[in-house]
């Protein structure tokens, strides 16, 4: 069991570090076409950062492996909103657009609403399926979302200000086109290997301590590949960069459910549990937990008490599970 913990921890290297390269790849290509920080967070890097899970979600679909696809997803979501976000507060208050807030945690809530209701659809014998046609249902809801958030960016009401990030942006890209191609080459080789070497451990894991994929796939795994985004999050809360990290969590959320479930299910139908309905009802109340703090305060941020209480309800959540 020694050597699958040690390739759990190579994968997660060659996650982290393929992720960070890719994201550096993506954000260059964005601040080259002047995009600003809140489409660069909701899209480019929430794909970015998604992207670990996008190859594990792959290969554990052609795998036959089900519970780790959307336990996985449904992991990755709780991890965000709770720890990741909860360690980027306690390094700097992080404060919440009204975009985030008004339009893009309820798109969030409504793609859970979604999930459950497929979920819960396709009865059989041992639960409930997601059939292929269903997973491209959340396909199409996940290039409409994308379209979306580009369409927002056009026809957000403070130009001047959006127009002065945009300046800032651009200003700082030094990143040649070759550079680029090479980051985006070497991340993907990294997700790929690192994917591999981690669902396949965690798969022996499981068979060995007797513990079930849907359990790996909603702690360790989802862990693990939330680590891009704590990164982003550790660093964009000392760079004080705030709205990327919010729109990267936010963002990186809805492509959880819609991306990575739509791709497990387009590939092979998944099997959904009734146990993944308690941990989508815990998510939903997490956001508009979340949304509601952002609200009521007048600076719509979230301190480091907020950000200690949500580590604190993600160890209750994660001791909950064993």
């Not at 982290?16 to 002047?34: E, N, R």
């Not at 299910?265 to 703090?293: C, E, G, H, K, Y």
């Amino acid at each position: 069991m020694l050597k699958e913990f040690i390739l759990i921890v190579i994968g997660f290297i060659f996650l982290v570090k393929g992720a960070d390269l890719l994201v550096k790849a993506a954000t260059s290509i964005a601040k080259k076409f002047g995009l600003s920080e809140m489409l660069i967070g909701l899209t480019i890097v929430a794909l970015g950062t998604s992207l670990p899970e996008v190859f594990i979600t792959i290969t554990s679909s052609i795998d036959g492996h089900p519970d780790l696809i959307i336990g996985n997803a449904i992991g990755s979501c709780i991890c965000n909103f709770l720890f990741v976000v909860g360690i980027s507060s306690l390094i700097r208050p992080v404060k919440f657009d009204k975009r985030i807030v008004n339009r893009h945690l309820p798109i969030s809530v409504l793609s859970m609403i979604l999930l459950i209701v497929l979920g819960n659809t396709n009865k059989i014998e041992n639960g409930h399926i997601i059939t292929r046609w269903q997973g491209i249902l959340l396909l199409i809801c996940t290039v409409l979302y994308i379209l979306y958030t580009i369409y927002e960016e056009k026809h957000i009401k403070n130009k001047e200000i959006d127009r002065e990030i945009i300046n800032d942006v651009k200003s700082k890209e030094k990143n040649s086109i070759v550079t680029i191609i090479i980051f985006l080459i070497l991340g993907i080789l990294g997700l790929k290997f690192g994917s591999d070497f981690v669902v396949d451990s965690s798969i022996n894991i499981a068979t060995i301590l007797g513990l079930s994929e849907r359990f790996i796939g909603i702690t360790i795994v989802a862990i693990g590949t939330a680590l891009p985004e704590i990164i982003t999050g550790i660093i964009s809360a000392k760079r004080n960069e705030t709205d990327l990290l919010i729109g990267n969590i936010t963002g990186s959320n809805i492509l959880n459910l819609c991306l990575l479930i739509g791709l497990g299910a387009l590939i092979n139908p998944l099997v959904f549990v009734s146990d993944f309905n308690r941990s989508m009802i815990i998510l939903i109340a997490i956001t508009l937990l979340l949304q509601l703090i952002a609200s009521i305060n007048k600076k719509s941020e979230l301190n480091r008490k907020v950000g200690v209480f949500l580590i604190f309800m993600y160890i209750i959540y994660i001791v909950n599970l064993t």
